[in-house]
């Protein structure tokens, strides 16, 4: 099926820990963000890329890298886990039209402990 | 500074009837707006969207109406269905921004 792959789904860290969120998209989007989203809260954004090869900070970049080797992927580093990284983490892709909406991932839930 | 606001956390409706989900926003450069759905343990899914050129934008049982003097957007979904009961997002971008901005989000439950 078309659309946006998130791996993993589900992931315990330890503080400290570091992984990496993958994500695949098969629609030729340019366009791929990560968002956040924690209980009570709309969706934040981390990071977005308008192309392969570029990246740029959103509004909570702090803790979170980056990669866009290859325009169906976009990769969330976290380099040393803290527990207020516990959220849910969501994936999206979109054409540079923005009238046309975002497709996104099912999302992975990470936990910090 | 919140940029874009869901002020109402939560909504309850007949089935039948109508839902008003409402959004307003601050910053006088976003140019389109869009209407996100989200179930549990599901992404959001893109419902619709309006351009600040246009005062109104309908698809099938949703309508999104414009106001840019108030900075004030709302979704009407008429008539309502036990299976529109989601989370409902507003979010607001400008052309060549890349992004968008993202309200709290409205739980609208329909009771059958």
């Known amino acids: 099926n078309a659309g946006v792959t998130q791996t993993p789904k589900f992931r315990v860290l330890k503080t400290g820990q570091s992984m990496t969120l993958l994500c695949a998209q098969d629609m030729n989007h340019e366009y791929m963000y990560w968002y956040r989203q924690d209980p009570g809260m709309g969706l934040r954004l981390i990071h977005y890329?308008?192309?392969?090869?570029?990246?740029a900070k959103g509004e909570v970049p702090d803790g979170y890298n980056v990669s866009r080797l290859k325009k169906q992927n976009f990769l969330l580093g976290l380099e040393s886990a803290a527990p207020s990284q516990t959220s849910v983490y969501f994936c999206?892709?979109?054409?540079?039209?923005?009238?046309?909406?975002?497709?996104f991932g099912s999302g992975t839930r990470l936990t910090v402990v | 500074d919140q940029q874009v606001k869901q002020n109402s956390p939560s909504l309850s409706v007949q089935e039948g009837r109508i839902s008003i989900l409402n959004c307003d926003y601050t910053n006088s450069m976003f140019d389109y707006f869009l209407w996100y759905k989200k179930y549990p343990a599901e992404g959001p899914t893109f419902l619709i969207s309006i351009s600040s050129i246009k005062d109104k934008n309908e698809d099938g049982r949703f309508t999104v109406f414009l106001n840019k003097s108030a900075k004030h957007l709302s979704l009407h979904i008429v008539p309502s269905q036990p299976g529109d009961s989601a989370v409902y997002f507003c979010a607001a971008s400008s052309t060549n921004a890349g992004k968008s901005t993202f309200g709290d989000g409205t739980t609208l439950t329909v009771k059958p």
């Open positions: 890329s308008v192309g392969e090869g570029t990246t």
């Open positions: 999206a892709s979109s054409y540079p039209r923005t009238g046309d909406g975002y497709t």
